[in-house]
T-cell receptor, first 114, second 112 residues
Framework: GDSVTQMEGPVTLSEEAFLTINCTYTATGYPSLFWYVQYPGEGLQLLLKATKADDKGSNKGFEATYRKETTSFHLEKGSVQVSDSAVYFC?????????????FGKGTHLIIQP | DAGVIQSPRHEVTEMGQEVTLRCKPISGHNSLFWYRQTMMRGLELLIYFNNNVPIDDSGMPEDRFSAKMPNASFSTLKIQPSEPRDSAVYFC??????????FGQGTRLTVV
């Protein structure tokens, strides 16, 4: 079945550091890929998405590129801020039918120190 | 639109009690999902509905869990009897066909 693997945290960085959170997936066909963010005490919010190979999703300075050849969708940001501290979830929605919900990774807790 | 509304936001209950979580999806969204979030297992899809019909409940952990969607604007997730290992954050999400999902703020359930 479909699965998503992302790096385990917590990831602790200093403000203005470069961020990479790795995400790889297993799925049949061409799934849609997503990054969701969960700020403390809040629900999940869509951060960015990509629906086909080589697409780049971007939002709030974050970027991720859909790499079919490496089945990856790594999240990057050039200069993180304290306000980026949150839990980040990589997710996919399969293209081949079956369950219509999202398959999530376990989440990566990001802590940005001033 | 107010988004997906879940209630209660927090629930503390004793083992063995019945717990009912509620969700109001965004108007016009025809798919509704229930997820459970724990530290150990991350986010898991429990069940999803399409046009009020349960399509896939293979993620429901046990018979103690049940979900209903009596109409397009309301769904419940019930646990009876509850156990401490059911403690988690339960998310409801909705989406229109072909679009991305919108999540509620979740219900934090603690079973003592």
């Amino acid at each position: 079945g479909d699965s998503v693997t992302q790096m385990e945290g917590p990831v602790t960085l200093s403000e203005e550091a470069f961020l990479t959170i790795n995400c790889t997936y297993t799925a049949t066909g061409y799934p849609s890929l997503f990054w969701y963010v969960q700020y403390p005490g809040e629900g999940l919010q869509l951060l960015l998405k990509a629906t086909k190979a080589d697409d780049k999703g971007s939002n709030k300075g974050f970027e991720a590129t859909y790499r079919k050849e490496t089945t990856s969708f790594h999240l990057e940001k050039g200069s993180v801020q304290v306000s980026d501290s949150a839990v980040y979830f990589c997710a996919l929605r399969g293209a081949g039918g079956g369950a219509d919900g999202l398959t999530f990774g376990k989440g990566t807790h990001l802590i940005i120190q001033p | 639109d107010a988004g997906v509304i879940q209630s209660p936001r927090h629930e503390v209950t004793e083992m063995g009690q019945e717990v009912t979580l509620r969700c109001k999806p965004i108007s016009g969204h025809n798919s509704l999902f229930w997820y459970r979030q724990t530290m150990m297992r991350g986010l898991e899809l429990l069940i999803y509905f399409n046009n009020n019909v349960p399509i896939d409940d293979s993620g429901m952990p046990e018979d103690r869990f049940s979900a209903k969607m009596p109409n397009a604007s309301f769904s419940t997730l019930k646990i009876q009897p509850s156990e401490p290992r059911d403690s988690a954050v339960y998310f409801c999400a909705s989406r229109p066909t072909g679009m991305r999902a919108f999540f509620g703020q979740g219900t934090r359930l603690t079973v003592v």
